[in-house]
């Protein structure tokens, strides 16, 4: 990689989302990620397909409000919680690994220029929307979205009870004629090269008033800016307040389509009115990492429906990005607690600091062991050394085994000088590799000593086997509790146990428990404060028989 290169590298911009489409469905499921506290940003290219309408209609307690002003509000919710939104189109596309980059031109046309910029994204929400292909009729895309119609439902109640026609394309209008009946008493249908309908269908706009004009139309005609009719091809003039016409809406799938998502036709009694992107009912495509909502996926909806399919997309999306978080989450803890408990882990963590441990004797050993009759001791994880000089000034020979070097040079280093220290062996080793002598301690002692899983099982059954008839085995460990206190917030679940669990794994007829209990004491953490902190230990007596 170049130098500038690397310099190009770092000035990309990393998202966890990049929505591509900043309407109803894409803002709402960019509110959902930024609420989520997901990083994404909404690319808009501003074309929206309701920019020609005056208002947004059944979104509840939104009704009415005009699109602009629906899209501003959204875009401020967004910011509000962290999002981004950037004017600008998506002009390329491409995996990048597990997501994506894609080049961005900020002015919103034409292919990547001196100011366009990279992004990478984990997910794409894709919600661009679809285009309507009007009927080639002149002055009629002048008018669209105004008193050129489609959707009854959007448009139906501010045109109702007045002169409306039905541009007749094909079969499809017959059905837009019924429907449209329902608001106004006053329609026409215009054939504009539709045949004339079936006897059938004929009865049935006679059924409800709707007479059929033959067409075809020639051009709209309009006064104040104002459709006032259409004129016919034979020049016979039709008044009118509104003309519904049936457009054909395909997705804006460019994009989609680069990234090997092609458009599905969509069918309305058995004919092709459009094309759609085919997914899941939470958005998610074919194309792992890409969810779709909108129009771009829906063909029928409406901008209520559209947010509704963004915030499900989004949730979608994000729940995605929690499986994949945790499945990382889960392979680097257990690479790290793979290495933690090597040698090399513990002579790091020896390494980067003067002294680890406090040097004063661990309380729950001082309490068992105090009363005991002294002989040979195996202390297992014996650190700096506090332990086995605390054992051996009272009368025992104890052998000190660690796992790492540093730690014992530190531990012979403080035994200078001390009472008893000539009773105690240094001993660098790796008891799940070389385990000690069986039956050859009058106490084994294992203080915080912990291992995950199978990997402490195996090592205290070896511990308890060393143990000689007559011996005490004392094992004490952080209990599964700790786990909330703030001071052992870095302790590993699987590690931890209480003392019943280890109680449990003996033998009754070859030991005696004496103990198999939380013990809770108080300590000072890193911030002075007291804090209560639980142990688990286990003393259990080897039988003078067994």
């Not at 000035?11 to 990049?18: A, K």
């Not at 929206?48 to 209609?57: C, D, F, L, M, S």
Request: a negative charge; glycine letters at 10%.
């Amino acid at each position: 990689m170049t130098a500038e290169h690397a310099r190009q590298a770092e000035r990309t911009e990393r998202y966890d989302v990049v929505v591509v489409g900043g309407g109803a469905a894409g803002l709402s499921g960019a509110l959902a990620l930024a609420r989520a506290r997901r990083s994404v940003l909404v690319v808009d290219s501003g074309r929206p397909r309701n920019a020609p309408a005056g208002h947004v209609h059944n979104f509840l307690t939104r009704e009415g409000t005009p699109p602009e002003e629906l899209l501003a509000a959204g875009r401020a919710e967004v910011a509000g919680y962290g999002g981004r939104v950037t004017d600008g189109r998506v002009v390329r596309a491409e995996r990048d690994g597990d997501g994506f980059r894609l080049t961005l031109a900020a002015d919103g046309t034409g292919p990547a220029s001196d100011a366009s910029r990279e992004i990478r994204a984990r997910r794409l929400l894709v919600t661009t929307g679809l285009v309507d292909e009007l009927p080639e009729v002149p002055g009629l895309a002048a008018r669209w979205g105004r008193d050129v119609l489609h959707c009854p439902y959007c448009h139906g109640w501010e045109v109702r009870d007045r002169r409306i026609g039905v541009l007749a394309t094909g079969p499809l209008a017959w059905h837009q004629a019924e429907m449209w009946r329902q608001w106004s008493p006053d329609l026409v249908v215009l054939l504009h090269g539709a045949e004339r309908p079936a006897p059938e269908q004929a009865e049935r706009l006679a059924a409800r008033g709707i007479p059929v004009v033959t067409g075809p139309v020639a051009e709209l005609e309009t006064a104040d800016d104002a459709l006032t009719g259409v004129r016919l091809a034979s020049g016979e003039r039709v008044a009118l307040d509104a003309l519904v016409v049936t457009a054909r809406v395909t997705a804006r799938a460019e994009l989609l389509e680069s990234l090997g998502l092609a458009p599905e036709p969509v069918e309305f009694g058995g004919l092709v009115v459009g094309s759609q992107i085919a997914a899941d009912p939470v958005g998610a495509t074919a194309v792992p990492g890409v969810w779709v909502a909108g129009n771009v996926a829906d063909v029928q909806a409406q901008v209520v429906t559209a947010a509704a399919a963004g915030l499900k997309a989004g949730a979608a999306i994000n729940a995605d990005l929690t499986a994949e978080d945790t499945r990382a989450a889960v392979a680097e803890h257990r690479a790290r607690v793979g290495e933690m408990f090597e040698q090399e882990a513990w002579e790091e963590r020896y390494r980067s600091r003067p002294v680890l441990w406090s040097g004063r004797p661990n309380p729950q050993l001082v309490l068992e062991a105090d009363s005991l009759e002294p002989g040979r001791a195996l202390e297992v994880g014996a650190g700096e050394g506090a332990d086995a000089l605390w054992l051996a000034e009272r009368g025992w020979q104890v052998d000190a085994v660690d796992i790492s070097a540093t730690a014992l040079e530190r531990a012979a280093a403080h035994a200078v000088g001390r009472p008893g220290a000539e009773s105690v062996s240094w001993i660098r080793a790796d008891l799940r590799e070389e385990p000690p002598a069986e039956g050859g301690y009058d106490l084994v002692t294992a203080q915080y000593m912990h291992l995950p899983g199978a990997a402490r099982t195996e090592l205290y059954a070896r511990l308890a086997d060393a143990v000689a008839p007559g011996g005490t085995l004392l094992l004490v460990g952080h209990d599964p509790s700790d786990l909330r206190v703030a001071t052992r917030s870095a302790l590993v679940p699987d590690a931890l146990f209480t003392g019943g669990e280890l109680a449990s794994a003996l033998d009754p007829d070859r030991w005696q428990v004496a103990a198999a209990e939380t013990r809770t004491r108080e300590v000072v953490d890193g911030d002075g404060n007291s804090v209560l902190v639980r142990d688990a230990v286990l003393v259990a007596r080897r039988r003078e028989d067994a």
